[in-house]
């Protein structure tokens, strides 16, 4: 144990833990890295100090400047926090299905907060373009653009591939997870392949993506949908341009919903919904690979930002899901 210099130096190097769970239920070694271990409590922490550093390197975000995102919550919750560290202000526009509590904690960090209603990605009104037009009538504000600024990808090829690689012991038969901006898969997949090229690289979708059949058949076409909050993916984006996937599972909420809650009842872990399907994602991919194989995944945020909606049995009704079978008896 030793010091570090920098509030910003808090962001990575999570640690990554073997799920008993998961593992028993796939026959080999299921790991979790532990990206609600981050300052802002979620895996894109890193991607918002690498576009940010990246940005201030181009030299266009200029002291005091502005740093506008459209967003899904996680990734303006961990711009807030790094430009509060650095002297920046933020715009953070998000649909308004997002959870509550991440607008109230965009707005207790300290962002602009600007809901739009939710839209396709075809319509003006959508958060990301919202955010680049926000951006652009700003003076003195950079676009963070995390969908198609590969500063996010870097971020997982650098760090999060990095120290899996480590913290493994360069022993990583496979891993998995789910695609909102592909920053996540895509570099972790580049910077696991340049270690091993045998590396299995999984894509999990939710319901409701069109990437599981994109990579299983080339086409851009989606079935079902998820309430799985900052995963799930229509297009390619320039972060998943290149991503090296070997296989692709598709994942429902109720299987992941199964893993959240056992990975809190059994486990003591309290994550997301996208924590749970990539831990379903992962024993596929487990069953897969057969036995021996260690496999890694990401648990990308923590179970506190949902407390009004997986974890809310009226709200999980309203969805027709399962709720936390315990909170029905007290
Ligand atoms: N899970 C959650 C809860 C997220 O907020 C995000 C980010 N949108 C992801 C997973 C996916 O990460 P990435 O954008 O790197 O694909």
Redesign the pocket.
Known sequence: MTTLPNTLDLIGNTPLVRLRGPSEEAGCDIFGKCEFANPGA???DR?ALFIVRDAERQGLLKPGGTIVEGT????GIGLALVANALGYKTIIVMPETQSQEKKDTLRALGAQLVLVPAAPYSNPGHFVHTSRRLAEETPNAVWAN?FDNIA?RKA?IETTAEEIWTQMEGRVDGFTC????????AGVGLGLKAKNENVTIALTDPHGAALYNYFACGELHSEGSSVA???GQGRITANLDGAPIDTQFRISDEEGLVWVRRLLAEEGLCL?L?SGINVAGAIALGKQLGKGARIAT?L??TGFRYLSTIYNPQWMQSKNLPPMPWQLEN
């Not at 789910?178 to 898969?185: R, W």
């Open positions: 979620s895996v894109k991607a899904a919550g996680n990734t995390q996010n997982h789910a695609a909102g901006t592909g920053g996540t898969i909050e900052g995963i997301g996208s990401i990308c945020d």
